[in-house]
């Protein structure tokens, strides 16, 4: 598997599986709804850098973003989104992009990472956990879950 970064050609690669993720609403708090032209603008609009898993056939896998969190006397602390194609989970795609944009926020001087708003029933708060993030807090029955209901959302931190 390869990671790169994303070019303005990839974003037709993206769309099927980000759409398919956020339509159903389990772990994402945009809206279900979302029209691609919007989605595009939430994925890759500056400053965000977004990156690819692909695999050595040329398959798209998953995808991320890394951006501030905050700006002015802040901006150090950055932001991160995840999509891996769920065809293709349980592949190592979401660790592996992780990894990476865990060591390009560290390239680019951030101090930190905080990710606002992970819905806690998403089977990825283990892997936060397991790369040294921490729940800072939980919104509790912050967002309305297809099949758990009313659950929380973490706030989760790492240190760079």
Known sequence: MQIREAVAADWPRIWPFWHRIVAAGETYTWDPGTTEEAARRLWTAPPRRVYVAEDADGTLTGSAYLTPNYGGPAEGIANAAFMVDPDHTGRGVGRALAEHVLAEARAQGFRAMVFNAVVETN??????????????????????????????????????
């Open 123 to 160: 089977p990825a708060v283990r892997l936060w956990t397991a790369l040294g993030f921490t729940v800072l807090g939980t919104v509790p029955d912050a967002f309305e879950h297809p099949r758990h209901g009313r659950v929380g959302l973490h706030i989760m931190y790492r240190a760079l």
